[in-house]
């Protein structure tokens, strides 16, 4: 049942006539339980409460099915933005952000220059950037971008995904350029062709890329909310005498937040994805799709309505 629910919800996430309705009725609906709300300066206080308990964020202005070459560059201004603000509010907090929307399916020469408009000004300010990873049709295309960006920034990230049979060689690959690496585990449907179909499959190779991420002395952004994996996490940081300030807890908004006051508590780093935007359908089914026990705080949300 948990699959065919996977299954719907991550269907209707790719749904661009839904997305579309979403975006024209804004967050109501239930939108609220995993987005800050609709404004930039509403993403903004909600940094500014995690920050109040001892934890970080991560800023991504929500946006899909970007078409024009005026929507893209709309988009990379959207992140510009989102940079001065949280310099000017100093909250402690970096930009999470989507190829797509910068115009990787428009031309790959326009994306390119859109985020280097967006890595110069992060430069200015000391900040960084995490270029999030979508499904495997775009992933070639991320890292021709990655490459072509790292020959004269360092101030970025990416992110790999353990559902993927590449994933280990990625990550070994990715060593070699100290790459500060985001590891999760998957939220697209794909083709069993690419990627592990069964989730004992996945998280085995999500404890395999955390380890080798962990152990290469490069920077380890482990994004989660499985318990045994945080243990996983725990355990080998322990054994390997890994510093607390080479790793941290990635969780999203919304989702499990007194695992993450726990972990702070802890004495652990725990960095939060706050997401912003009236773009926000697609984004919360994939997040439905991950955990389908979340579609009882959606429908409270509605009928609170």
């Known amino acids: 049942m948990e699959k065919v629910l996977r299954n719907f919800f991550l269907y209707l996430a790719n749904h661009q006539r839904l997305n579309q309705l979403a975006k024209k009725h804004g967050l109501r609906f239930g939108g609220r339980r995993f987005v800050a709300g609709e404004t930039l300066a509403e993403g903004i206080d909600v940094i500014k409460a995690l920050n109040r308990q001892g ?23 959207h992140c510009i933005e989102a940079i001065e603000s949280i310099a000017k509010e100093k909250v402690d907090a970096n ?12 031309a790959y020469d326009l994306c390119l220059h859109n985020m280097e408009r967006i890595l110069e000004v992060a430069r200015k300010y000391r900040l960084f950037v995490r270029i999030d990873m979508e499904d495997y049709a775009h992933l070639e295309n991320t890292f021709a ?29 990715l060593a070699e350029w100290k790459t500060n690496l985001r590891l999760v585990k998957g939220a697209y ?104 026990a979340n579609v009882a705080f959606v429908l409270k949300g509605i009928v609170k309505r």
């Open 55 to 77: 934890m970080m964020a991560t800023l991504d202005h929500l946006g899909e099915f970007v078409d024009s070459e005026e929507e893209a560059n709309a988009m990379a201004e």
């Open 95 to 106: 930009l999470s952000l989507k190829l797509t929307s910068m115009g990787l399916d428009i």
């Open 145 to 173: 971008i990655f490459h072509d960006l790292r020959e004269r920034y360092d101030n970025f990230g990416l992110v790999i995904q353990a559902y993927l049979y590449r994933s280990v060689d990625d990550v070994k690959a």
């Open 189 to 292: 449907k794909e083709s069993p062709e690419v990627a592990f179909p069964d989730k004992k499959d996945v998280d085995e190779n999500y404890k395999k890329i955390i380890q080798l991420q962990l152990e290469s002395g490069n920077y380890a952004a482990v994004a989660t909310h499985d318990e045994n994996m945080i243990a996983f996490t725990k355990r080998l940081v322990k054994e390997r005498d890994i510093p607390l300030d080479r790793f941290e807890f990635q969780m999203l908004y919304g989702i499990r937040p007194e695992l993450q006051k726990q972990l702070v508590r802890e004495g652990y780093r725990v960095r939060i994805y706050v997401p912003y935007g009236n773009d926000w359908f697609g984004y919360n089914m994939r997040r439905l799709a991950e955990r389908p």
